[in-house]
């Protein structure tokens, strides 16, 4: 049976840095409050006329494709994360494939929102061990700038987020040392409503957009932090020892994890239960806040770009969010 092996890593960030004082000019919150609370410095917000969602994952894929010694017409199927596409249809996937001239292959569009990236992974997984296909782009893209309350009604979301791509290209093997060796994919949909965008809904009377929706708040985010927070730290831990489990494997044998950047308490609180050392953590959160689908492809195309990966290392990502969904994928690199 076939493997599928990353080969190529790439990521793209906004120029645009948004420093936690630029927040202060917007809504009553504090630097202080901010890097207590989430380990968050700043974030980069797109530039409308510069960035889009698909231009950005088309950046993110072009180094991928570069560092993977490919070219687009080599891929055979793209799987693209966002919960902030470009059009409400059809999806972001469908205008970078156009931008990447791929016409013909074909595209997936997920959500999965947080955890959007590793579910991508582990379809484009499926493909390739089924013998499907040999190639695959996987991407995961977002601008939340745009979307999110910036008055001091939307404080507690509006600091949190970020703008940003990432993007991996996997290739057919036949290594098992050099490989993706599982991934591991769970939701829970009671949990929907305690992260979520109401709005632009389909089940609503009349016109889909009035007036009132948008003065009630319903395309806002709304998030029950604590809830998010408390689920979090618990399913990270969970479904990264399914993963060892699964393997026979222990905590001890991560060279490194790769965590969805939602919190640095909760990548904390996660690193300390497996007993893993800060270097053995990867956190960007502080210089690019959380990107949603584009945090664990932005955080690993940095790792690898800091040296970060090694021949033969037991690399780990997990996710978590909204959904609720959280997912892992364990890959020998
Ligand atoms: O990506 C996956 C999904 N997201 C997450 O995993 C995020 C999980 N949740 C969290 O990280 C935390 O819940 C937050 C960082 C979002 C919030 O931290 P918290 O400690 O849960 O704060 P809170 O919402 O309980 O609010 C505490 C206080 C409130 O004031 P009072 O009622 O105690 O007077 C808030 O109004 O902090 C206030 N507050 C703020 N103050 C300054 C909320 N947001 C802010 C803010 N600046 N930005």
């Given at each position: 049976m076939a493997l599928s092996r990353i080969t190529g890593l790439g990521y793209y960030v906004p120029d645009n840095v948004i420093t936690n004082n630029d927040l202060t000019k917007w809504m009553e919150t504090s630097d202080e409050w901010i890097q207590e609370r989430t380990g968050i410095r700043e974030r980069r917000y797109f530039e409308y006329g510069k960035d889009t969602n698909y231009s950005m994952a088309a950046a993110a894929s072009r180094q991928a494709l570069e560092h993977a010694g490919l070219?687009?017409?080599?891929?055979?199927v793209i799987v693209y994360a966002t919960i902030?596409?470009?059009?409400?249809?059809?999806?972001s996937a469908f205008l970078m494939q156009r931008e990447l001239g791929m016409d013909g292959k074909p595209v997936i569009d997920i959500r999965e929102q947080c955890s959007g990236f590793v579910y991508a992974l582990s379809i484009a997984d499926q493909f390739i061990k089924s013998g499907m296909y040999k190639t695959a782009l996987v991407v995961g893209s977002e601008i939340q700038s745009s979307w999110i309350d910036k008055s001091t009604a939307g404080r507690n979301t509006a600091v949190i987020f970020g703008d940003g791509a990432g993007a991996a290209v996997l290739t057919a093997t036949e290594d098992p040392q050099h490989c993706i060796i599982s991934t591991h994919l769970h939701a829970d949909g009671?949990?929907?409503?305690?992260?979520?965008?109401?709005?632009?809904?389909?089940?609503?009377?009349?016109?889909?957009?009035?007036k009132e929706m948008i003065e009630e708040g319903g395309f806002n985010v709304y998030m029950n932090g604590n809830a998010v927070f408390k689920h979090a730290i618990v399913r990270f831990g969970e479904v990264i020892r399914e993963a060892l489990e699964k393997n026979g494997l222990?905590?001890?044998?991560?060279?490194l994890l790769v965590p969805h950047q939602a919190n640095i308490r909760i990548s904390d609180y996660v690193r300390q239960q497996l007993g893993l050392?800060?270097?053995q953590v990867v956190n960007n959160i502080q210089r690019f806040g959380n990107t949603t689908a584009a945090s664990v492809p932005i955080a690993l195309a940095e790792a690898f770009e800091n040296g970060r990966l090694h021949d033969g290392n037991l690399i780990c990502l997990a996710a978590f969010g909204s959904g609720f969904t959280w997912a892992s994928a364990l890959i020998r690199w």
């Open positions: 070219t687009p017409g080599d891929i055979d902030t596409p470009d059009y409400f249809f059809p999806g009671r949990y929907a409503e305690e992260l979520f965008v109401r709005e632009p809904g389909s089940s609503r009377p009349g016109r889909t957009i009035t222990e905590a001890g044998d991560i060279d050392s800060e270097s």
